[in-house]
């Protein structure tokens, strides 16, 4: 199978020359065992094209390619130099904007117009501000007497392994390499087996911003092969993992079964989104049904749970389902679109096993709840209400269009009910009352807390969960720790002391 293959867009959408091969060492190549998978259109279930399939064997290729780079050329580029290449990076991304997008709605499902107004933009800017902070990454001098001169350097960990989920494909590579990169990492990222092209043509890019061979690396394959090899490996030296908590388990004992690797995990969730008797309701719904419609349901950070005060929950489920209703579920290519397909007929299935569930445990359908079409992995917009706290819909990530909704008392109630999860990845709540702001945020057992608005991720902002969320921080300063180890170095400036 060639290397390279052409995909044409729909609805006249133009083509594009699309990378297949596996991105080693600046170039596109050919997986070891010669194997290669189909990648699907979610909307109409048909595949896009095949790629180059990473086994075990090019998991080791990658790795070599990435500890060559780090203890050589890579090792003494100048980190304003990293930042350059960063940046470089970021312009071609946005040189290509429209190109890029158009690969990610495609492969992914997601709306053409949402990845051109968020996803793109905000992986480019993500690079941006990552090459601004590779040369402002400092160590500190301590005094600690007059006959000692010590300071801490902070030093790249080394190879990092990075593996990134499909529903935000882009935005999730420019999350991992922004911060490694800008510290001085080498990188072997392997793509969801789901949504692989977008990360395959941001090769290209790589190689056209700079980088020297082997600094970044991505490869395509399946979890339980490459992802596990890169989990297990020997010589790398962190590992990082966007995706579910069951996963983010194995990777963790791989990463102590092994060489003991660093690992950062950013997990799964089931986020409250509380709305006050006070609130806004207008605005608190439109939030509200971003929080959780938002690219089809497929966000770790999704409000799935809304609990509304009982003074206005009934006014607030009448108007929430006439919001849902306007949602327009179709093809990514139609600019009206805001909710497409699912990713996969394994996720549509589970989603729909949720549906079934919280029907047969008593809870009732205000709206959706059903197939939408005949062809592709659409689902409606669901909204479950008559939900007590111990049903599975209220307990589990379920990753799709569908939210429960139940009424709360005040807000010592509402930190309650909205800490009852495992979870811990982010909330929101709803008033225009300053000191509720204040103490629900702080009583809230989530990483990020939202208030009047959902879903506004920046790249300045750390994100990442409490609990069963995840460990470490995406985004922001907070990030760098995740790809750098501090070093303490201890002069003696005076004379023997014994």
């Known amino acids: 199978m060639s290397l390279h293959t052409t995909l044409q867009f729909p609805g006249g959408g133009g083509?594009?020359?699309?990378?297949?091969?596996?991105?080693?060492?600046?170039?596109?190549?050919?997986?070891?065992?010669?194997?290669?998978?189909?990648?699907?259109?979610?909307?109409?279930?048909?595949?896009?094209?095949?790629?180059?399939?990473?086994?075990?064997?090019?998991?080791d290729v990658a790795v070599a390619a990435a500890r060559k780079a780090f203890e050589g050329e890579w090792k003494t580029t100048t980190p304003q130099q990293r930042g350059r290449y960063l940046t470089n990076l970021a312009d071609l991304m946005e040189k290509h904007a429209d190109t890029i997008a158009a690969i990610e709605s495609?492969?992914?499902?997601?709306?053409?117009?949402?990845?051109?107004?968020?996803?793109?933009?905000?992986?480019?800017?993500?690079?941006?501000?990552?090459?601004?902070?590779?040369?402002?990454?400092?160590?500190?001098?301590?005094d600690v007497n007059a006959e000692t001169f010590a300071y801490t350097r902070q030093e790249p960990i080394g190879v990092c392994g990075q593996i990134i989920p499909w529903n935000f494909p882009l935005l999730m590579l420019s999350w991992k390499l922004g911060p490694s990169i800008a510290c001085g990492n080498t990188v072997v990222l392997k793509t969801a087996e789901q949504t692989p092209l977008s990360g395959l043509y941001m090769g290209k890019l790589i190689k056209e911003?700079?980088?020297?061979?082997?600094?970044?690396?991505?490869?395509?394959?399946?979890?339980?092969?490459?992802?596990?090899?890169?989990?297990?490996?020997?010589?790398?030296?962190?590992?990082?993992?966007?995706?579910?908590?069951?996963?983010?388990?194995?990777?963790?004992?791989a990463a102590a079964g092994s060489n003991l690797k660093k690992v950062t995990l950013e997990l799964g969730g089931k986020s409250p989104n509380i709305v006050f008797d006070d609130a806004d309701i207008e605005q608190a719904i439109s939030w509200c049904n971003f929080g959780i419609y938002f690219n089809h349901g497929q966000c770790c950070c999704a409000g799935s749970r809304i609990y509304v005060?009982?003074?206005?929950?009934?006014?607030?489920?009448?108007?929430?389902?006439?919001?849902?209703?306007?949602?327009?579920?179709?093809?990514?290519?139609d600019p009206n679109t805001f909710q497409g397909p699912q990713i996969s007929q394994l996720q549509f299935d589970r989603i729909m096993g949720y549906i079934d569930e919280g029907k047969k445990s008593g809870a009732k359908v205000e709206i959706g709840g059903e197939r939408h079409?005949?062809?592709?992995?659409?689902?409606?917009?669901?909204?479950?209400?008559?939900?007590?706290?111990?049903?599975?819909?209220?307990?589990?990530?379920?990753?799709?269009?569908?939210?429960?909704?139940?009424?709360?008392?005040?807000?010592?109630d509402a930190i309650k009910i909205g800490n009852q999860s495992?979870?811990?990845?982010?909330?929101?709540?709803?008033?225009?009352?300053?000191?509720?702001?204040?103490?629900?945020?702080?009583?809230?057992?989530?990483?990020?807390?939202?208030?009047?608005?959902?879903?506004?991720?920046?790249?300045?902002?750390?994100?990442?969960?409490?609990?069963e969320s995840g460990i470490g921080r995406e985004l922001g300063e907070a990030a760098l720790a995740n790809y750098t180890q501090t070093k303490t170095v201890n002069i003696r400036l005076g004379g023997a002391m014994f």
Not at 30 to 47: A, L, R, S, Y
Not at 309 to 333: C, I, M, S, W
Request: proline share 4%.
């Open 15 to 59: 083509s594009v020359e699309q990378p297949t091969g596996l991105f080693i060492n600046n170039e596109f190549v050919k997986g070891v065992d010669g194997k290669t998978f189909e990648t699907i259109n979610p909307t109409n279930e048909k595949p896009i094209c095949s790629v180059h399939e990473a086994t075990e064997k090019d998991v």
């Open 106 to 142: 495609l492969d992914n499902g997601k709306a053409l117009s949402i990845a051109k107004m968020a996803d793109v933009p905000n992986s480019y800017n993500c690079f941006r501000y990552y090459g601004g902070w590779a040369d402002k990454i400092e160590g500190k001098v301590m």
């Open 209 to 253: 911003a700079g980088f020297p061979p082997g600094v970044i690396n991505i490869i395509s394959g399946f979890g339980k092969t490459a992802g596990a090899a890169i989990a297990a490996h020997m010589d790398i030296d962190k590992v990082a993992f966007t995706g579910s908590t069951i996963v983010g388990r194995t990777i963790m004992k």
């Open 309 to 333: 005060q009982e003074g206005v929950y009934d006014k607030f489920l009448k108007a929430f389902k006439e919001r849902t209703e306007k949602n327009v579920v179709g093809a990514p290519h």
């Open 373 to 412: 079409g005949t062809e592709g992995y659409f689902i409606q917009p669901t909204i479950f209400s008559n939900v007590s706290e111990d049903m599975k819909i209220m307990q589990e990530e379920i990753f799709g269009p569908v939210c429960s909704i139940a009424k709360f008392k005040d807000a010592a």
């Open 422 to 467: 495992t979870y811990g990845l982010a909330a929101a709540l709803h008033t225009t009352n300053l000191n509720t702001a204040i103490n629900v945020s702080n009583g809230l057992k989530a990483g990020t807390v939202w208030v009047n608005n959902y879903n506004l991720l920046h790249h300045q902002l750390p994100f990442g969960g409490y609990k």
